[in-house]
């Protein structure tokens, strides 16, 4: 791992270049999806079928026989084994109840002329969750994602997996069946994000397509912006580990590395005052490492993008994770309450030494679905209120239209809108 | 306007069709566009004056140049007219009140093992907001954009507002003047987008881009989204009015004529299950029109892009409203709370007859930036939510974690994710 320092006088520009990630525009990878998902919204089902034979060695003869029914998935989760069940049952029920604080009401309110203004908030008619098959088939993935747009009161829920040469994974599908999805189709890439976005025979359209995917799925996400909603696209995934010296340094170095088993490029940083607890960390790595499943991913994560970040104080390594706006934030300190007021951008933030990230990707409550790539600095974890909307009301009295009419109409005029202006003068008493 | 009747066997193809609207991808724009935005990241404030003295004919010799004092705002405040000033403000305290009902408010709570879980909410630290320039400049856009970011607490807000040929509206900037603008920089196209999102020398980079703008403009807030948020890009504006019949039709005319008259493309659809009342609708429309300013405008949008809708009832009205999902639906009926609980979809509500759209645009209170092109459906008036975010907070105790390290570990086990499993492990009691 790198070290830095953040009094050396070429730090801004080590940290800069340590931390830049651009996405790379792949024109090819553009040209394809842009193909099918014109070919998917001119022939709906049977582009879906083509697709599915090509890119992932599926043969069906109707999208129906790519559907997984509802007792498929009572199945697959009386089947799986007891403790998997019962753990995703738990994190299903705590992921339901923190997403259940993030419900929004609708409000109204009297202003004194008597006009009624407000929010009225309601929910999706029809969520689309992409869940990613093969290798990197994370059934964590299927709860936090459907769940917030259950608890929002999503009116139907359709999830799409591929299953590359018919390969499916149980638990994706046990999960499914807690979290309540409505339906599943075994189809993936840009031809499932075309049969959500543009809606075929057989597959519902929906208003918004969430989840995680390749580069394939996540430029044909990008392309149907606009048409439906999206969530935002995911760069590699980040931890950055604020110390104080006190956390037992295997705990930290395990914690870098939950971050850097995901890919080569995800992004571990731990920032400390004190230079001695940060060798201890090193150590702790370096021990550590060898006896690791992943450790070729982690080494490699950590080689290229890792770094020990040696600071003046805690308030400087605050000042630095405000720079960087991390996706994931420990506080791995005594006192962590003390430090959050001053914490402007993170995903989210585990607080204290019995706090590991990875409680948080399964289980804790809140979302790990979150802002990547210093995305924290605008944007939230997914929730529940991705899947709901606002639309404003206003309703105006006699009365009260007396005083806006004559506002609306100077500005109206001012712009040189006029029947703006007039259908604002119509309201006024003669 | 064409005459549609929902009762039609093809009414649903027709609608269709009337309603299509596909944004173009024009190649060449966005390559100009790509091209821009890669020089002023690499030359900074030097290429920000090449393309505004080449776009805006407006020569400078640092950017320095073009930023606009606080005095000169102020300046223009103090020189508009007394009836615009006094509406301005008028409609900024209206808007300041609405929004402030908006702001979310931070929530921790803790669970029954102890764990403390919640929601940390942030400002941004800076937003840009882009004003057009030239014949489409209006003042009630810097209010409804700057507004809510001043009420979300931003750090700093940015403003651009491209000066053609050395020309501004002094409307505009005094609305800068009122809604506490922080600094205000004459460029715009492009490149302007591009400085806000790279910062050069003078102009400082911003977390979000938010306004509305040309072709130009909407592209390069496309292809900067990612590094920066930026907020939705915005189709032709539009309006649906729900009739029961009991309004005066020249309101009704009017107030399609306001929509009508923004652009050619704009779109204004009337649905009524009273026929006769619809002629009575249309008779007002041709008296009207040929007294109107815009009258050629607003000839070619209704004729091309507006309707009147017999329909069955006032149920039938609604369900097509949600399926249209309007920017702007009036309900002109005289009941309007009770077809309220029914809409699904819609940017703004305008309930009553009283309530002309254009009260909403200018100073009812809530925001007049809207989501178009049927994107009501999974999305929301721009408000000060979009200049906040969240980031979620978990503390475990000790206690807590012997639970939820447990559902982790066998979580992250069945995902083959071992760092994951181990750092739940290492918190728990041995």
Known sequence: MQRLDSSQADFDARLEALTAWEEQLDHAVNDTVREVLADVALRGDAAVLDYTARFDRLEAQSVSELEISDAQLQEALAEIPADQRS????????????????????????????????????????????????????????????????????????????????????????????????????????????????????????????????????????????????????????????????????????????????????????????????????????????????????????????????????????????????????????????LLPDIRHAGAIFMGAYTSESLGDYCAGPNHVLPTSRSARFSSPLGVYDFQKRSSLIMCSEQGVQVLGQVASVLARGESLEAHARSAEYRLKK
């Open 87 to 338: 753990a995703l049952e738990a994190a299903a029920d705590r992921i339901r109840s923190y997403h259940q604080h993030q419900i929004q009401d609708s409000w109204q309110y009297q202003d004194e002329q008597g006009n009624v203004l407000g929010q009225q908030i309601t929910p999706l008619d029809r969520a689309g969750i992409y869940v990613p098959g093969g290798k990197a088939s994370y059934p964590s993935s299927v709860l936090m994602n459907a769940i917030p747009a259950k608890v929002a009161g999503v009116g139907e829920i359709i999830m799409v997996v591929p299953a590359p040469g018919g390969d499916l994974n149980p638990m994706v599908l046990a999960a499914a069946a807690i979290a309540e999805v409505d339906r599943v189709f075994t189809i993936g890439g840009a031809q499932a994000v075309a049969a959500l976005a543009h809606g075929t025979e057989t597959v519902p359209a929906v208003d918004k397509i969430v989840g995680p995917g390749n580069i394939y799925v996540a430029t044909a996400k990008r392309q149907v912006f606009g048409r439906v909603g999206i969530d935002m696209i995911a760069g590699p995934s980040e931890i950055l580990v604020i110390c104080d010296g006190s956390t037992d340094p295997q705990w930290v170095a395990m914690d870098l590395f939950s971050q850097a088993e995901h890919d080569e490029n995800a992004q571990a940083i731990v920032l400390c005052p004190d230079a001695a607890y940060l060798e201890r960390v090193a150590a702790a790595v370096d021990a550590l490492l060898p006896d690791m499943e992943r450790q070729e991913i982690i080494a490699t994560s950590l080689k290229g993008r890792g770094a020990m970040i040696k600071t003046v104080d805690l308030a400087d390594a605050v000042e630095i994770s405000n720079r960087l706006a991390p996706e994931h934030l420990e506080l791995s300190v005594a006192e962590p309450q003390r």
